[in-house]
């Protein structure tokens, strides 16, 4: 992204510019934060950038035209750009980081998580797939994720050697560079099973997983035929603004973790305890959003006033 935002200001300047570590102040990067909310056009206009940023990177495909990137995306992006030129000043390439100065990277936001019920994905753990092989796997790895809560990154590296007296270990890797700590979750009973299922096929992976997009087509396909239909309020990343959707329709893998940390913290209330699960730190700003107040709590309080 930096190389055709290098090409990008060759083009607007008519020179050639060229990035530099100890040029790259608080307005390039105010100038960068426009290129990336704006790439899509500049792509329009300028195609000629994609064409020699790809032979940079030396890939065979065509350039796609970027999509438009929302609120959090442009932050994430600017956040990973702070963090290269932090480990700068670590190296010593730095005396100061541009962004000491730049007050223009905002926070994100989202909204409250949705996740399907207990009910929900026994429904979908005991449907019968049994004409639908290939779906009928992707389905046992989608309630085994909803019943360890990790992410699908982690998930995709488990082996038989993850389990240790009866529990998955696993040192997730979003955090293992900053906080490397082994997340315990021990296996329930329908968990076991899952596992034992495929152990016998004697694979050296827990499950035999696809691709993460083709795994996420298939967790859509699965809650369509099983029925899990009903509408969620949700945030669109892109602009920001509420609407509803079908549950089916924007099923991920996530929501399989969204779906364990939700229901645990139904029974329990306790996010410590959810977080020793979950792999979440105490006070974590993204374990803070799946405290949502579900509707039978709701019910309970409005019921004191009765």
């Not at 959090?72 to 190296?91: D, H, M, P, Q, T």
């Not at 409250?112 to 046992?140: G, M």
């Not at 906080?179 to 979750?185: F, G, K, M, Y």
């Not at 020793?276 to 509707?295: C, P, Q, T, V």
Request: hydrophobic letters at 35%; one cysteine or more.
């Amino acid at each position: 992204m930096l190389r055709r935002f290098e090409l990008y200001r060759q083009k607007t300047t008519r020179t050639k510019f060229t990035l530099i570590l100890n040029d790259f102040d608080s307005a390039e990067i105010e100038r960068f934060k426009e290129f990336v909310v704006n790439e899509p056009k500049i792509y329009d206009k300028y195609p000629s950038i994609y064409k020699t940023a790809s032979d940079v990177v030396e890939t065979a495909r065509k350039p796609r035209r970027p999509e438009k990137r929302g609120e959090n995306s442009v932050i994430g992006i600017l956040k990973r750009l702070r963090a290269f030129f932090n480990w700068c000043v670590r190296r010593g390439y730095l005396d100061r980081t541009p962004f000491a100065t730049f007050t223009g990277i905002g926070s994100e936001k989202y909204g409250t998580p949705y996740y399907i019920t207990i009910e929900e994905r026994d429904l979908i753990a005991d449907f019968d797939l049994s004409d639908k092989p290939a779906l009928e796997v992707q389905r046992d790895i989608f309630v085994f994720q909803c019943l360890i809560g990790c992410r699908v990154s982690d998930l995709l590296e488990m082996t038989s050697g993850s389990i240790i007296n009866g529990a998955i270990e696993y040192i997730p890797n979003k955090t293992k560079n900053e906080r490397p700590e082994v997340v315990r979750v021990p296996l329930n009973t329908r968990a076991r099973q899952l596992v034992e299922k495929y152990s016998a096929k004697g694979a050296e992976k827990l499950f035999p997983f696809i691709s993460a997009q083709k795994y996420n087509e298939a967790i859509k396909k699965i809650f369509t035929l099983c029925e899990i239909t009903r509408m969620v309020t949700v945030r669109n990343p892109k602009t920001g603004e509420e609407e509803k959707r079908p549950i089916n329709e924007i099923a991920s893998s996530h929501m399989a973790r969204r779906t364990f940390i939700g229901n645990l913290y139904k029974k329990v209330k306790d996010p410590s305890l959810v977080g020793a699960l979950s792999g979440h730190k105490e006070g974590s700003k993204a374990f803070a959003r799946y405290r949502e107040i579900d509707e039978d709590l709701k019910k309970e309080l409005v019921s004191l006033l009765d």
